[in-house]
């Protein structure tokens, strides 16, 4: 009893451990994901498992799982076998962290509650060390204020203090921190509430991402018209559009504004090394690359090139096409049904769908809100990254959808 006791804590610990560090350096919070499958090995050595769990089929579609499957299958026929080998071993938890469904030990009420906590109290400390350094800078360069907003204290910039952060994913941790921050389940006082979600809203500006500011506004919208009545709803939403249209004469100078504007069109706009919103900076848009991803994958529809195929056939189709910047910084596809479509084909793209629409229907039919807003952020953020393929969506992917695969009792 006292040993289950110890694992089921150490668990607890680990996971609180994973998500503080998450926001902060992400390899780091491997360590946290690392132990909680040791000691979930151990517990189910000790106490044994649910081990019938193996047997249902949504095991195998709506957790991590699903990821990894089109892995193992693309490896067959990968050209690269040591560069397959190595994709397999950065996916593994996709497929270790679901071992922590079938233990019988854990409260995952309680997994819930320390992975919440973790992740807001990271996220408060990432953003208060953040703001203060960036505020700092600017401060010192003694620029008027109309330059708070430029290239030099926003997106990249703002987040360089964390190395290796990308602000887009930072920005989907605090995203889904305000929910988290809001439920029941997190007993702080609102006051603090209100606190946190202020700091948040200020450094996601500062985060400069367009596909964030596009989930953010999706989540207001959905949280709204679930908690409080329509015609309300709409009041704030108006309310909030009304102050963006005032303070917009302010704005359209900054390179936030343009980024949001003439950005997106650049983006969405077939173009190859021509200027984006920074004028001194060269680059090909997004369109010009799926453009390229897509006529790839007209080539081999159905399994694909095989796993980490991506980078290399793609910068040897944009040498072909002239995209010598796509080809010099190696871009990946940069949306990640495109890349799934690369390495694995129809088949790939067959998986990730069925992970959505598995655990969209599993929240829509289990009442599960934290679960559909999880796996709505996540399908948006596929649009514009190549999300599930790097540590830092891995991470957080793996350890929060093992997570939500239940639905504790809060009540």
């Excluded at 992400?26 to 047997?55: A, E, R």
């Excluded at 992740?119 to 408060?124: E, N």
């Excluded at 606190?195 to 949280?223: K, Q």
């Excluded at 917009?248 to 969405?268: A, I, M, R």
Aim: charged share 15%.
């Amino acid at each position: 009893m006292r040993n289950s006791y110890s694992l089921e804590a150490l668990s607890y610990l680990s996971v609180l451990v994973a998500m503080v560090l998450l926001p902060l350096k992400t390899t780091i919070s491997n360590f946290g994901i690392i132990i909680l499958i040791v000691v979930s090995v151990f517990s189910l050595i000790v106490n044994g498992g649910y081990w019938y769990k193996l047997k249902k089929k949504e095991f195998y579609l709506s957790t991590s799982l699903t990821f990894f499957i089109p892995i193992l299958i693309g490896y067959v026929y990968a050209t690269n076998f040591e560069k397959g080998l190595s994709e397999a071993i950065k996916n593994v938890f996709y497929l270790l962290v679901p071992i922590v469904i079938l233990r019988k030990d854990l409260k995952y009420k309680e997994l819930l509650f320390w992975s919440s906590k973790g992740l807001i109290y990271g996220s408060v400390v990432s953003m208060v060390l953040l703001l203060s350094i960036n505020l700092y800078n600017f401060y010192i360069s003694e620029l008027p204020i109309s330059k708070l907003l430029s290239y030099n204290y926003t997106s990249l910039s703002f987040v360089s203090p964390l190395k290796d952060m990308h602000p887009f994913y930072l920005g989907t941790y605090y995203l889904f921190m305000l929910i988290l921050l809001w439920q029941p389940i997190i007993k702080i006082k609102k006051g603090f509430k209100v606190a946190i979600t202020t700091l948040t809203i200020i450094c996601l500006v500062f985060i400069n991402s367009r596909n964030i500011f596009f989930i953010g506004m999706l989540l207001l919208t959905i949280s709204l018209f679930k908690s409080v009545k329509p015609l309300k709803s709409l009041v704030i939403l108006g309310s909030i559009i009304g102050v963006f249209l005032l303070v917009k004469p302010v704005l359209k100078d900054t390179y936030l504004y343009n980024k949001l504007s003439k950005g997106t069109l650049w983006e969405l706009t077939d173009n190859v090394a021509t200027n984006n919103t920074d004028s001194k900076k060269l680059s090909d848009s997004r369109m010009a690359r799926w453009k390229v991803a897509l006529e790839l994958i007209r080539e081999r529809p159905i399994l694909g090139y095989g796993t980490s195929s991506e980078k290399q056939i793609l910068e040897k189709r944009y040498t072909e096409k002239g995209m010598r910047i796509s080809a010099n910084q190696r871009f990946d596809a940069h949306n990640q049904y495109l890349s799934y479509s690369l390495q694995y084909g129809f088949v790939g793209l067959f998986f990730i769908f069925i992970f959505f629409i598995s655990n969209l229907r599993r929240s829509l039919f289990k009442k599960h809100f934290l679960l559909f807003t999880f796996v709505l952020i996540l399908s948006c953020a596929c649009l514009t990254e190549n999300y599930l393929t790097r540590n830092m969506g891995i991470n957080f992917v793996a350890l929060f959808i093992t997570i939500l695969y239940f639905k504790p009792n809060l009540r």
